[in-house]
């Protein structure tokens, strides 16, 4: 069978489930037979992508994933991709602990699939050499049918050398079938089509930007810049352009005037700086060579003189603050399981019993909160303080005074535990030879505070210092932003774009988050005065809908996140067109709730992306089972989110159903949400705290929709919770009766 070659777009496509029958029918995909191998490519890719090759088994019926079950197949080609994606990055390829990975020279052998697989099947890949490094995926090895990377090498088959002749002629062939279908289509033919997040800016200019933005845009954009602002708003009302907007006008101001300005636009993810420079480049003002763009990481690297040129041989887990959480939290989360089953019965009676109950608990979502908390507490509190294991650390670490924004801990023997873990996480990598994101920025932390950086910094700091999703920050990255700034005679000018409605927790570990003990540190004390500003506009959604996302607003309980943390509601409007009333269906009993479902499914396909967000995580399976079923059929493309990192299987669409768990879909935007999955919400039967998480994530369900919400409930499940009954009596949503099966 010939090798295959394909570019990480089409593999994308291929992980959110497509069929091999559907590819050539595909609107997205272009299908290629050369004569030495066959090549997938996305329409939109161009001659110079990174290539993926895959040498396939004879006589196999799948083209990729030999001998896997269907219900892998997406997790194995998503787990490809990630692959191909870390293999981009400039230094050593360093994959998650969860991977297993072995290296022999070139080769590298790891899990092919994240859990499930009988076989243990490992990926044997390779990484060329060149600017935009190709891999070739050798093959496979099974626990049944292992050898070592050292015999393999002896083995290796060699790729024919007409491959890249059939690369080239496959993008001529792709390139000339567009130009023919935009020649031949009529205009909504789904080509080229944009990814699932719209670009913030829109294609418009600077100028008519400001000709358009709200006049609570326009307050911030224009307000002075003598103290620190921090920009509120909902998803969706524009905060990350309002930001990008005033950085902009700030720059031009000073350059009109004559006057040099540093300006630092810092983020927390690599995709957001570069959502953010791709904006500024698009609106047509030139070079703006005083503004960086970039995640706090990346600073941190660079101007940190350790990491600078670093020759340690330690590899960095993640490649932002982001990645590097993650990775975090599966290291923390292995030490923590190891020390649960082992010495943990050695500490269990010397600790109070609110601790001792977290590290009991079975549930797997206390597991995910208890992992944060520690995190926090080696990153912010330990690391922070440049305590490493050793002698007299731990002495130091009982000494630290401890604040509201810690972990809670009672007496010595806590600490002892909580110390253990941490020196068994800081073993672990040492090991590996592994830095973590928080070691980076506790290291910068103590560089910042010499007298080295106190004179550089007036060359390398900044005058004004944007931050966009500063709620993701966490204590020890908040420490770090008012030491960039350039004037230590005044108090650092930092602009700070939050969502009340998030927090750096939930972005990691969902739900969970619930049963977090730590949050973050107040930063008002370190930059002085903060003025306040609150966008009051929406532009993702209809005001049908966001009347219903006010009204869930109103139904919750009230939470513990300091008024800086509220938003008022009742002043955010929508500039959006008007669109339906959202939609409220009951059926009798929970087949009928499916049916109604897939039926609705087969009317809106057409209409755009539709999402079915599943409110209550332990009724997941059952819509997971009606996704398979729908995707089954043929007529539809479905992909299910199951977990955190399916994201990464997502491709550009304009159509296409996703269905996953509410939690696991924020970020995303559909033209239609269909909401199922809500429990019976009374207050006297629901506990305060899981009747806040349920209306949180109804909340997030609903706020996910551009155009359309319905919602779906049955009678089986105790019915129509209170929120949705009261939304239908003052007229916020519209009901119809469902199936009565």
């Not at 110079?48 to 396939?56: D, G, I, L, S, T």
Request: hydrophobic share 40%; charged share 25%; proline share 4%.
């Amino acid at each position: 069978m010939k090798p295959f070659v394909v570019t990480v777009r089409a593999l994308r496509e291929l992980a959110t489930g497509l069929s091999q029958e559907a590819i050539p029918s595909s609107p997205l995909l272009f299908e290629y037979a050369g004569a030495n191998v066959d090549v997938l490519l996305a329409v939109e890719d161009r001659v110079n992508e990174q290539r993926v090759v895959f040498m396939r088994e004879k006589n196999s019926r799948e083209r990729i994933t030999p001998g896997h079950p269907a219900d892998l197949r997406g997790h194995v080609l998503s787990r490809a991709a990630s692959f191909v994606e870390r293999a981009r990055v400039n230094g050593p390829l360093t994959l998650p602990r969860g991977w297993h990975q072995y290296k022999h020279n070139n080769l590298i052998a790891f899990f092919a699939a994240p859990s499930g697989d009988a076989e243990a099947s490992r990926w044997i890949a390779e990484v060329m050499p060149g600017e935009s490094p190709d891999v070739v995926f050798w093959g496979m090895t099974t626990s049944d049918r292992t050898s070592t990377l050292e015999e393999f090498e002896l083995v290796k088959p060699r790729l024919s050398t007409g491959w890249k002749a059939d690369w080239q002629a496959a993008i001529e062939a792709c390139a000339d079938q567009v130009e023919q279908a935009k020649r031949s289509q009529p205009s909504d033919v789904e080509m080229l089509l944009p990814p699932l997040e719209q670009p913030i800016t829109m294609g418009r200019s600077y100028e008519q930007w400001l000709d358009v933005i709200t006049d609570d845009q326009r307050s911030f954009v224009e307000a002075s810049t003598a103290k620190s602002i921090r920009l509120r708003g909902p998803a969706g009302s524009g905060k990350t352009l309002a930001l990008t907007l005033k950085a902009a006008r700030e720059v031009l101001n000073a350059r009109d005037k004559g006057d040099e300005l540093r300006v630092l636009t810092v983020t927390h993810s690599w995709s957001l700086a570069t959502d953010i420079s791709d904006s500024l480049d698009s609106m047509g003002m030139g070079l703006l060579h005083e503004v960086d763009v970039f995640p706090l990481l990346e600073i941190a690297k660079t101007i940190s003189p350790q990491y600078a040129n670093d020759e340690s041989g330690f590899s960095l887990a993640g490649n932002d603050s982001f990645s590097g959480k993650q990775a975090q939290l599966d290291e923390i989360l292995e030490v923590l399981g190891d020390f649960i089953n082992g010495d943990w019965i050695t500490y269990r009676e010397g600790v109070a019993d609110s601790l001792r109950v977290r590290f009991d608990s079975p549930d797997s979502d206390e597991r995910y909160a208890l992992a944060w908390d520690l995190l926090v507490e080696f990153g912010s509190v330990i690391g922070a303080a440049a305590i490493f294991p050793g002698a007299g650390a731990e002495a130091r670490y009982f000494q630290l005074p401890r604040a509201a924004w810690m972990l809670p801990l009672q007496g010595r023997q806590e600490k002892h535990v909580i110390f253990t873990l941490y020196t068994k996480y800081m073993e672990n990598l040492e090991a590996r030879s592994t830095l973590t994101s928080d070691q980076v920025l506790a290291d910068l932390l103590s560089h910042l505070e010499t007298h080295a950086w106190n004179r550089a910094r007036r060359s390398q700091g900044y005058d004004l210092i944007f931050v966009d999703e500063f709620h993701l920050f966490s204590p020890l990255e908040r420490q770090v932003l008012h030491y960039l700034s350039r004037d230590v005679s005044i108090y650092p000018r930092v602009f700070m774009a939050v969502d009340p409605r998030q927090s750096p927790s939930e972005a990691f570990i969902g739900i969970a988050a619930d049963g977090t003990r730590s949050s973050s540190v107040a930063f008002e004390d370190e930059i002085g005065d903060i003025a306040n500003f609150e966008l009051t506009t929406v532009h993702r959604f209809t005001p049908q809908i966001l009347n219903l996302i006010k009204h869930v607003h109103h139904e919750f309980p009230t939470l513990d996140l300091g008024k800086d943390w509220q938003i008022n509601f009742s002043t955010v409007e929508s500039v959006q067109e008007p669109g339906p009333l959202p939609l409220l269906s009951t059926a009798a009993s929970r087949v009928g709730e499916e049916d109604d479902i897939a039926k609705a499914v087969q009317r809106l396909y057409h209409s755009g992306r539709i999402a079915l967000a599943v409110v209550d995580s332990r009724q997941w399976r059952r819509f997971s089972e009606l996704a398979s079923r729908i995707g089954t059929s043929g007529k539809f493309h479905v992909s299910t989110i199951s977990g955190r990192t399916d994201i990464e299987g997502l491709g550009y669409r304009s159509r296409g159903l996703v269905v996953g768990p509410a939690e696991y879909l924020a970020g995303l935007q559909f033209d239609v949400v269909l909401v199922a999955g809500i429990p019976d919400m009374e207050i006297s039967r629901t506990s305060t705290s899981e009747r806040t998480r349920l209306l949180s994530l109804l909340y997030l369900s609903l706020s996910r929709a551009q155009r359309e919400v319905r919602v779906y409930v049955n009678e089986d499940d105790d019915g129509t919770a209170e929120v949705l009954t009261r939304a239908v009596a003052n007229g916020i949503m519209k009901q119809e009766q469902g199936s009565l099966v």
